[in-house]
């Protein structure tokens, strides 16, 4: 099939909303809303900058599909979004451009493709060119109450991280030790870790808090604004180091961050979460009242880079 395409820039921003918002309301109509804010971050990129392209059938079409591209350097992966108009036929034409254009760049990363769990037609050509399922996901949301007193145990303190070079560093070590067992996990260095931290401090209104017990950092917690079009707070992350998981302390790190969002005059909080996660973070978002929102999967095909199984 004949399509036209060129390359995404932040300034299609708009674009990217009506694309990403009707793909995912296809497949689900109760899908959280796509705001500015995350269209801009997916034409930005999530570690370098993302490779994307709008397709569309003819000169006279709007815009109907986008391929998003996102290298991770220091990782050897790629990471790979497609949306498009329900009524469009690009498709496989998507698919096959982003392959194309990640053998020329990396054809030794690895390629994760991400898919709504609703999105059987995309699943099945991902099937057909040698892709499985290789993780599945879960967007969390609860509705908030009104914010109420929060305290901590005693000998306990959250410390407010900014941009506190001395703060980053120690939550940049209790993020990498917090994760270090976490499915797909590579650590980064700090530089790079706290570089994409500021930026979102910047972009995103992020703030993250460093959880002590006796002067001793043992947990962290951020939010950020990505969800403020729907009234909702966003926990970016949250983890707690590997020798004080089981104490409860993901628990107060969470309560804290819905206190927060409440305080702030949210509506709802939101986090996504790995579904086969074993640390018990699942767990414990269901207990504070957290419900899925949305399903989404990452495939793989180890060799995606020499596979001929095209459509």
Request: with cysteine.
């Amino acid at each position: 099939m004949t399509f036209i395409s060129r390359p995404a820039q932040e300034s299609d921003f708009a674009i990217v909303q009506r694309i990403v918002d009707a793909n995912q309301k296809s497949l689900n109509p109760d899908e959280i809303s796509f705001g500015e804010m995350e269209a801009r971050e997916l034409l930005q990129g999530f570690f370098e900058p993302s490779i994307n392209r709008l397709l569309k059938t003819n000169e006279e079409s709007e815009w109907e599909c986008l391929v998003s591209l996102h290298p991770d350097l220091q990782r050897e992966r790629f990471y790979l979004d497609i949306y498009r108009q329900p009524s469009s036929s690009l498709l496989a034409e998507a698919i096959d451009m982003a392959l194309g254009i990640a053998r020329e760049s990396h054809p030794t990363f690895r390629l994760w493709p991400g898919v709504h769990s609703a999105d059987y037609h995309y699943q099945s050509l991902l099937a057909e060119r040698g892709f499985g399922v290789l993780r599945r996901y879960w967007m969390m949301q609860m509705d908030l109450d009104p914010p109420v007193a929060f305290s901590l145990p005693q000998g306990s303190e959250l410390v407010e991280v900014g941009t506190d070079q001395q703060l980053l560093f120690e939550m940049w070590q209790i993020h990498q030790d917090s994760f270090s067992e976490h499915f797909g996990f590579m650590p980064r260095p700090f530089e790079m870790w706290s570089e994409k931290l500021i930026r979102d401090a910047q972009e995103k209104n992020q703030s993250a808090w460093i959880l002590r017990i006796d002067g001793e950092g043992v947990g962290f917690v951020d939010c950020d604004d990505t969800l403020l079009h729907e009234d909702s707070g966003y926990v970016a992350g949250l983890g707690v180091r590997k020798t004080f998981q089981g104490r409860g302390l993901g628990e107060i790190l969470l309560r804290f961050a819905i206190n927060q969002s409440a305080k702030e005059g949210r509506l709802k909080l939101t986090l996504n979460v790995d579904a086969g996660n074993e640390s018990g973070a699942l767990r414990l978002y269901e207990k504070v009242g957290m419900k899925i929102a949305s399903q989404w999967q990452q495939y793989e095909n180890p060799d995606w880079a020499t596979s001929q199984n095209h459509a």
